[in-house]
């Protein structure tokens, strides 16, 4: 089946940027969304379509997807942004499928 | 603004069945996809089941497939999730989420608060 890796865990300085990666097989035929989960709360959608960010969410979230991997970017990372962030991609034997999660710590 | 309503969460014994609604308002429901994803406490996010604007296609993951039927009530504005045969390892909060943007990656783009379901004798 279909499997999206991700590291378990980031850390990052505050104002600094922060990179996550997602890696799994033929990710060039595939798009991939990232999701914020914060402690308590329902996940929200921060990129799809790869590269493209939904209405509210900071310029200083971007995405792409390089084939072989794709990577969520946070430039000027803030307190506020420590979160686990999931990707996704649609696989069509395996369904939606989601990677591990990444705890990103700032600090 | 758009709102998803879980309900029909509880404890249940091994076995049994259960059933979750997802009550969705403020945009037009009979527009869009919906997904069920559940997370288990302490646990990543997991897709559980999919279906089409209309109801006319749905799909399921492996894990819950042959046990879980998704439904929905276009008229009534409602998502539906009948569990059967639940194990303990169904124990998660069950969210549904709205499919956004892209019908080929189907993103979700508004999430529920989720229903918890604990599967425990």
């Known amino acids: 089946s279909f499997k999206l890796t991700q590291p378990p865990s980031v850390s990052v300085s505050p104002g600094l940027t922060a990179t996550i990666t997602c890696s799994g097989e033929?990710?060039?035929?595939?798009?991939i969304s990232w999701y914020q989960q914060k402690p308590g709360q329902s996940p929200l959608l921060v990129i799809y379509q790869d590269t493209k960010r939904p209405s509210g969410v900071p310029e200083r979230f971007s995405g792409s997807n390089y084939g072989s991997a794709a990577s969520l970017t946070i430039s000027e990372t803030q307190a506020l942004d420590e979160a686990d962030y999931y990707c996704?991609?649609?696989?069509?034997?395996?369904?939606?499928?989601f990677g591990g999660g990444t705890k990103l710590t700032v600090l | 603004q758009v709102q998803l309503v879980e309900s029909g969460g509880g404890v249940v014994q091994p076995g049994r069945s259960l059933r979750l609604s997802c009550a969705a308002s403020?945009?037009?429901?009979?527009?869009?996809?919906m997904h069920w994803v559940r997370q288990a406490p302490g646990k990543g996010l997991e897709w559980v089941a999919i279906i089409w604007h209309d109801g006319s296609k749905w799909n399921y993951a492996d894990s819950v497939k042959g046990r879980f039927t998704v439904s929905r009530d276009n008229a009534r504005n409602t998502l539906f999730l009948q569990m059967d045969s639940l194990t303990t390892e169904d124990t998660a909060l069950y969210y549904c989420?709205?499919?956004?943007?892209?019908?080929?990656?189907?993103?979700?783009?508004?999430w529920g608060q989720g229903t918890l379901v604990t599967v425990s004798s």
């Open positions: 996704q991609a649609w696989d069509s034997r395996s369904g939606l499928v």
């Open positions: 033929r990710l060039a035929n595939k798009f």
């Open positions: 989420a709205r499919i956004g943007y892209d019908t080929r990656a189907h993103p979700a783009d508004y």
């Open positions: 403020g945009f037009r429901f009979r527009g869009y996809g």
